[in-house]
């Protein structure tokens, strides 16, 4: 089956534009989790999704990252007036189980995709 | 905020050798991960661990949850090509609502010809 796909793999902006990244978790995952990753860095998380709602935006860096998730499936990462040090690859993953289980709940992890601001 | 530190930053070794690195943090974790990373690819979860003490195998992968909670190693054992890559130990903390995962920096692991 297919698995979180993201898109633009790539996206070259000018520094103060607005971009939209798209991820599609795996279908019927009801956890969707957006994360950032700087060059020779590890993910860091920027917000959850359970179903419709964010349920923890606490990652989020400052108010120029929005994310929504209308239907509970396609989630979009929005930046406005992009900045040169938000150049990162920004990964989506999604998982199937309610989180806080006692096994845990396996992310499965997008492409990602490669922001640059120029 | 919580912090991973994973060692060593970068692996230098030949085909066949035995490879371990591993991950220290202040803070206790409920479950450690350990992930892959390829070029241009998202990270892959090699090995979850969910009780202090647990030691779990993969193939030629073993992972331990130290029994303080708050370390962990990864072992490779008789590297192969296809071993090179970004390695990542991860943990979630406990009461952690979300099961957002913290990452370690990575280790760079490279297998000379």
């Known amino acids: 089956g297919a698995g979180v796909s993201q898109t633009p793999s790539n996206k070259v902006t000018e520094k103060g534009k607005y971009v939209e990244l798209r991820c599609d978790p795996i279908?019927?995952?009801?956890?969707l989790y957006w994360y950032r990753q700087s060059l020779g860095q590890g993910p860091e998380f920027l917000i959850y999704?359970?179903?419709?709602?964010?349920?923890?935006d606490s990652g989020l860096p400052n108010d120029r990252f929005f994310a929504v998730r209308p239907e509970g499936s396609v989630s979009t990462l929005k930046i406005q007036r992009t900045e040169r040090g938000d150049s990162a690859v920004y990964l989506c993953?999604?998982?199937?189980?309610?989180?806080?289980?006692?096994?845990?709940?396996?992310?499965?992890f997008g492409p990602g995709t490669r922001l640059t601001v120029l | 905020g919580q912090q991973l530190n994973q060692s060593p930053q970068s692996m230098f070794i030949q085909e066949g050798e035995d490879v371990s690195m591993n991950c220290t943090s202040s803070?206790?974790?409920?479950?450690w991960l350990w992930y892959k990373q390829d070029p241009g690819e998202g990270p892959v979860l090699l090995i979850a661990?969910?009780?202090?003490?647990e030691l779990t195998s993969n193939g030629r992968l073993t992972a331990q949850f130290g029994i303080t909670r708050k370390d962990s190693f990864l072992n490779i054992s008789a590297s192969i090509p296809s071993d090179v890559g970004i390695y990542f130990c991860?943990?979630?903390?406990?009461?952690?609502?979300?099961?957002?995962?913290?990452f370690g920096k990575g280790t760079r692991l490279h297998i000379l010809p």
């Open positions: 993953a999604s998982s199937s189980l309610a989180p806080g289980g006692l096994a845990g709940a396996q992310q499965f």
């Open positions: 279908s019927g995952h009801t956890a």
């Open positions: 999704f359970q179903g419709t709602g964010a349920a923890d």
């Open positions: 803070s206790i974790f409920n479950t």
């Open positions: 661990l969910y009780k202090a003490g």
């Open positions: 991860a943990g979630q903390l406990p009461g952690n609502r979300d099961d957002k995962i913290i």
